[in-house]
Structures are given as structure tokens and as C-alpha cells.
């Protein structure tokens, strides 16, 4: 069945360190790959995506790409900054793909934590 | 600019009472949901819906009911209450089945002792 595995965490960093949080999926067909982020104490908000291989989804510094070969939608941003601290989420959408597990796949989430 | 509001935000059961959590959306989404988030697990389906008078089990249905009798609704209802089911729950909604974006309240955490 379809999945989605993403690196544990907590993530530890200092402000302008590199970030990147691995995920790697298992689908059949061609699924839509997603970043949610969850600020403390919110509900969570799509931070970006990629409908299709080699495509780059991007937004807020964070840039993420669909490959294919690897079966993985790492999420990176060249700069961390204490304002990013949160959950990340990857996920994804395997077209007409229904029952139990909804629309959406969601990985158990990676927490960043960003230190001044 | 509401979005997807769910009321209460926090509330404490005791074992075996029973409470409605309640959903409500303005963006005019066909398509409704209800998670479960616990530590560490990420996010679990409870219920669905993709039309007024359509819903549908998810994952982890045992414990919990829906209804949808209009578009804007989705509450869930929890019977018998059980510590299995202290959690923090989440509404969200969306235009699309395949577009994959999903837009969510701000959480409901619901404690059993």
C-alpha cells in the first residue's frame, strides 16, 4: 500500500544552518508530493508541493524535488531561522486512490527546533 | 477570513461521557475530514465526507460518529468516552479530492481521565 516515511526527529539547528528532512514514499501510479508545517499550537498549512517527477515546489525558502528515480521529496532551505521551529510533514496524493486512508498520506512528521 | 473553525478548543471527559466536537467551514469545500494526531504518529484519518450526506470510515473509526447534513458542517461525536482517545483533533477541508490541499483548524485536545 501507499506510504510515506520521513526522518525522525527532534531536528536541532542554530540560525542559518542548512536544513534538510529526508522523505521517501511508496505509491503506485503518479501521486502529488506535499510539505504541511505545523506552528505551535496550530493546525497545519501546506507549505508546498510537486504534482509530477522533477518538478521543484518552493515557497518561504524552503524547496523541495520530486525524483522519481528515488522515490523521495526531500524538504531543504539554505537558511534556518528561529521562526521556522515546527512540525514538518510530508505527504502524499495518489490520484483516485480512496478508502481508509483518505486523500492525503501523511508521514508521522519531523519537529525542528532553531536555536539564536 | 474564518476558514475551518472548531469549537471547543481544549476539554477534559470523563470516562464514559460522551461530547460532540464541532467543524464548520466557509470556504464552500465539498470535501471534509477528520484526523486524530497523536505523539510521534503523525495523522490519523477518523472520517470523511465528500458531500453533504456522505461520509465515509477512515482509518480509525471505532469510538467516534459523523454526520454531514450541510456543506458547511462536519461535527464528530464521541460516545462512551475511553482514554484510548485522548488526543488532539483535527478538522480540515478542501476543494478538491486530488488536489491535495488540505485546510485546517486550529485543533481541538481532548483529554480522558
Known amino acids: 500500500g501507499n506510504s510515506v516515511t520521513q526522518m525522525e526527529g527532534p531536528v536541532t539547528l542554530s540560525e542559518e544552518a542548512f536544513l534538510t528532512i529526508n522523505c521517501t514514499y511508496t505509491a503506485t501510479g503518479y501521486p502529488s508530493l506535499f510539505w504541511y508545517v505545523q506552528y505551535p499550537g496550530e493546525g497545519l498549512q501546506l507549505l508546498l508541493k510537486?504534482?509530477?517527477?522533477?518538478d521543484k515546489g518552493s515557497n518561504k525558502g524552503f524547496e523541495a524535488t520530486y525524483r522519481k528515480e528515488t522515490t523521495s521529496f526531500h524538504l531543504e532551505k539554505g537558511s534556518v531561522q528561529v521562526s521556522d521551529s515546527a512540525v514538518y510533514f510530508c505527504?502524499?496524493?495518489?490520484?483516485?486512490?480512496?478508502?481508509?486512508?483518505?486523500?492525503?498520506?501523511f508521514g508521522k512528521g519531523t519537529k525542528l527546533s532553531v536555536k539564536p | 477570513n474564518a476558514g475551518v473553525t472548531q469549537t471547543p478548543k481544549f476539554r477534559i471527559l470523563k470516562i464514559g461521557q460522551s461530547m460532540t466536537l464541532q467543524c464548520t467551514q466557509d470556504m464552500n469545500h465539498n470535501y471534509m475530514y477528520w484526523y486524530r494526531q497523536d505523539p510521534g504518529m503523525g495523522l490519523k484519518l477518523i472520517y470523511y465526507s465528500v458531500g453533504a450526506g456522505i461520509t465515509d470510515k477512515g482509518e480509525v473509526p471505532n469510538g467516534y460518529n459523523v454526520s454531514r447534513s450541510t456543506t458547511e458542517d462536519f461535527p464528530l461525536r464521541l460516545e462512551l468516552a475511553a482514554p484510548s482517545q485522548t488526543s488532539v483533533y483535527f478538522c480540515?477541508?478542501?476543494?478538491?479530492?486530488?488536489?491535495?490541499?488540505?485546510?485546517f483548524g486550529e485543533g481541538s485536545r481532548l483529554t480522558v481521565l
Open positions: 480540515a477541508s478542501s476543494y478538491s479530492w486530488t488536489g491535495g490541499e488540505l485546510f
Open positions: 505527504a502524499l496524493s495518489d490520484q483516485g486512490y480512496g478508502g481508509s486512508q483518505g486523500n492525503l498520506i
Open positions: 510537486a504534482t509530477k517527477a522533477d
